[in-house]
């Protein structure tokens, strides 16, 4: 199995920026080379998917982030990133990475799809206007 540990996550004005990571410690390099995805979620709210990047660099996003979001990988740091860029209140949410390590990408933002795969715990993101 993997951890995966999210940081970089605060609060930020509307209009501003961040820069999510997402650590990756494993036995194998499976899962910072496998597919691997952010999610989010806000109170009250299921969780969604947010962005993607495949085992071959493809990138897929949510509607609500394109434009403004750019996932990508460090695979020699083992390290996930989600760089936002103009926030907008309705983008707090708590933010996790997974990992499909072994099992098959779902390729796919629906959150379902990725049960079972490894997840971290979470960072906060707290956009304010």
């Known amino acids: 199995q993997a951890r995966l540990v999210e940081s970089g996550g605060g609060s930020v004005q509307a209009g501003g920026s961040l820069r999510l990571s997402c650590g990756v410690s494993a036995s194998s390099d499976i899962y910072i080379t496998s597919c691997m995805g952010w999610f989010r979620q806000a109170p009250d709210k299921e969780r969604e998917g947010v962005a993607i990047?495949?085992?071959?660099?493809?990138?897929i996003y949510a509607d609500s982030v394109k434009g403004r979001f750019v996932i990508s990988k460090d695979n020699a740091d083992k390290t996930l990133y989600l760089h936002m860029n103009n926030l907008k209140p309705e983008d707090t949410a708590t933010y996790y990475c997974?990992?499909?390590?072994?099992?098959?990408?779902?390729?796919?933002?629906?959150?379902?799809?990725?049960?079972?795969?490894?997840w971290g715990q979470g960072t906060q993101v707290t956009v304010f206007s």
């Open positions: 997974a990992a499909t390590g072994p099992e098959v990408c779902p390729l796919t933002l629906e959150t379902r799809r990725w049960f079972g795969r490894a």
């Open positions: 990047i495949g085992d071959d660099g493809s990138t």
